[in-house]
């Protein structure tokens, strides 16, 4: 089975993030720098000023590595999304990023991820402890998002988890409800968008068997569903499964992750795999109506998991991230 694993690394100016215990918040020199950034003017997306990315360029630079930091501005000059963590109130950091974004005229990219029983005791275990505790934590997302320009993709995994057998019976009623109700609340800020999460091409083979559990998520309320995140299938493939899926729900938009697809996924590995490389880049310009956008969800250099030498999921894995960008074609 393909498997997807869902991580969240530390923002030392943003705040805390998954398996993180350091905070700090954006100032006004951070503002005004992600201000000056070279990013394409056309660009609707913030891009984070104080990445692990852009932290390890400059340490970098301190060493002389000149040529590695040069390689790793692929990843630290283009907007990846924040996953703030499930165990703290992740109000400190929505309104640092949104407080930076809306400073720009950007759209802040977030992911909620903190479901009960999340990712099936795997490499990302966790969330919530019960579905109250979800309810007051989504609640919080939410309001710290305010009026600002947003967009969250919602709960990686967890519909396709009820779909694959992986979440038992006895939850799956309890996390469609769940996932009505955060879209409800979430849609409540006027400067959202959300898309509902449908798992990627190679793990529910058949798209159909998704539009039902999907519907009954409120699927039907989301601006859309996002797929691929955190895994490395291509554009292409994704693209085609996307638009099966979009027409078996009505027309529904999507958005795709492709963050590491540049070289598409590695046989029979989804933990860390070698010789991945960076993907589309963030960009609405897809070419297909009911394609939203390309993003960066996933952040890439954060590692899956203890695999291939990797550290703890969600966490800053620096040579993974140069190979990332080295291997790429941008």
């Given at each position: 089975m393909s498997r997807l694993i869902h991580t969240v690394a530390a923002l030392t100016v943003l705040g805390l993030a998954a398996g993180c215990?350091?905070?700090?918040?954006?100032?006004?020199?951070?503002?005004?720098?992600a201000a000056s950034r070279k990013a394409s003017a056309a660009q609707p997306f913030w891009v984070d000023p104080a990445s692990s990315a852009a932290q390890q360029i400059q340490m970098w630079?301190?060493?002389?590595?000149?040529?590695?930091?040069?390689?790793?501005?692929?990843?630290a000059d283009e907007p990846v999304a924040l996953w703030p963590a499930g165990e703290i109130d992740p109000a400190p950091v929505i309104k640092a990023a949104t407080?930076?974004?809306?400073?720009?005229?950007?759209?802040?990219?977030?992911?909620?991820?903190?479901?009960?029983?999340?990712?099936?005791g795997q490499h990302s275990a966790g969330g919530a402890g019960d579905a109250d505790a979800y309810r007051a934590w989504i609640g919080k997302f939410a309001e710290a998002l305010g009026d600002a320009k947003a967009l969250v993709v919602l709960e990686p995994d967890a519909v396709a988890h009820i779909v694959d057998g992986c979440t038992p019976a006895e939850n799956a009623t309890e996390r469609e409800?769940?996932?009505g109700e955060a879209i409800t609340r979430l849609k409540q800020q006027p400067g959202t968008k959300v898309y509902l999460d449908a798992g990627n091409p190679s793990w529910i083979r058949e798209p159909w068997k998704l539009v039902?559990?999907?519907?009954?998520?409120?699927?039907?309320?989301?601006?859309?569903f996002s797929l691929n995140v955190s895994n490395f299938q291509t554009d292409a493939a994704t693209r085609k499964y996307g638009l099966q899926l979009s027409g078996d729900l009505g027309g529904k938009h999507f958005v795709v992750d492709s963050s590491r697809n540049g070289n598409g996924p590695l046989?029979?590995?989804?933990?860390?795999?070698?010789?991945r490389a960076l993907g589309t880049r963030p960009t609405t310009d897809t070419g297909e109506p009911a394609l939203d956008a390309y993003l960066w969800i996933k952040r890439p250099g954060e590692s899956d998991g203890t695999c291939e030498g990797g550290p703890d999921a969600g966490q800053w894995w620096p040579e993974y991230a140069l190979g990332l960008a080295g291997n790429s074609r941008g």
């Open positions: 215990s350091s905070a700090s918040r954006v100032d006004e020199a951070s503002v005004a720098g630079r301190r060493e002389g590595r000149t040529q590695d930091a040069d390689l790793l501005k692929r990843i407080a930076s974004a809306s400073h720009e005229g950007r759209t802040a990219l977030f992911v909620a991820y903190n479901i009960p029983h999340r990712d099936c409800q769940l996932l039902e559990p999907l519907k009954r998520s409120g699927i039907a309320d989301a601006d859309g046989p029979g590995a989804w933990c860390n795999p070698p010789g």
